[in-house]
């Protein structure tokens, strides 16, 4: 079993709906937990970062993590064009300042957002 | 101002070849990073230098060797190329070892005939 996993789509939504993108996992280790957005052909970029269990909000974006079901979700609202592109969530078990910590990633969801 | 830059975009090369990219970063960053991103999209972690120093380096082969001639630069020599290794590579960079932070660069795409 893969340590994250994440249904790689194609998903495929109109504009102004709200998106929900998942990962699930294993290690019940894990305690900070991330998104990045990755256009084509270029490098990732982080959207949301949070510890533990609860809700982030930043924007139309909004993290929610349930460490009881191992469970993680992003979700964007009235989405845009703009925000086709691939979701890569990402998790790690210790503080990411810590030199040893590794950051796990899921293999990304592809999100298609049309006019 | 591009701010962490990789160089070659695009590699193709021979099975057997050895080649380098190079990684640039202008944010003043201490600790850069090597990801290989697989044809299933996953991305790994290869290697982390600090300051210069190598801080994570994980299962990688050892045809793989990272170079840091300073913190604005890390560099990616791969020995012997195999078929196995076409990937995309990105280059990161962060300031500390604050991961959640990271700046990726485009990505280098290296295909092995």
């Known amino acids: 079993q893969k340590e994250v996993e994440q249904d790689p789509g194609p998903l495929s939504v109109p504009e102004g709906a709200i998106v929900s993108l998942n990962c699930t996992y294993s290690n019940s280790a894990f305690q900070y937990f991330m998104w990045y957005r990755q256009y084509s052909r270029k490098g990732p970029e982080l959207l949301m970062y949070t510890y533990s269990s609860g809700n982030k909000e930043d924007g139309r974006f909004t993290a929610q993590v349930d460490k009881s079901s191992k469970y993680i979700s992003l979700f964007i609202r009235d989405s845009q064009p703009s925000d086709s592109a691939t979701y890569l969530c990402?998790?790690?078990?210790?503080?990411?300042?810590?030199?040893?910590?590794?950051?796990?990633f899921g293999s990304g969801t592809r999100l298609s957002i049309r006019p | 101002d591009t701010a962490v830059s990789q160089t070659p975009k695009y590699l193709v090369t021979q099975m057997g070849n050895d080649k380098s990219i190079k990684c640039e970063q202008n944010?003043?960053?201490?600790?850069m990073y090597w990801y290989k991103q697989d044809s299933k999209k996953f991305l790994k972690i290869m290697f982390s230098?600090?300051?210069?120093?190598?801080?994570i380096n994980e299962t990688v082969p050892n045809r793989f060797s990272p170079k840091s001639p300073d913190k604005a630069h890390l560099n990616l020599h791969i020995n012997s190329l195999e078929l196995g290794d076409s990937a995309v590579y990105f280059c990161?960079?962060?300031?500390?070892?604050?991961?959640?932070?990271?700046?990726f660069g485009p990505g280098t795409r290296l295909l092995v005939l």
């Open positions: 990402a998790m790690s078990e210790s503080h990411l300042s810590r030199s040893a910590s590794k950051i796990i």
């Open positions: 944010l003043g960053h201490d600790t």
């Open positions: 230098y600090n300051n210069k120093e190598l801080i």
């Open positions: 990161a960079s962060s300031q500390g070892t604050r991961r959640e932070t990271q700046y």
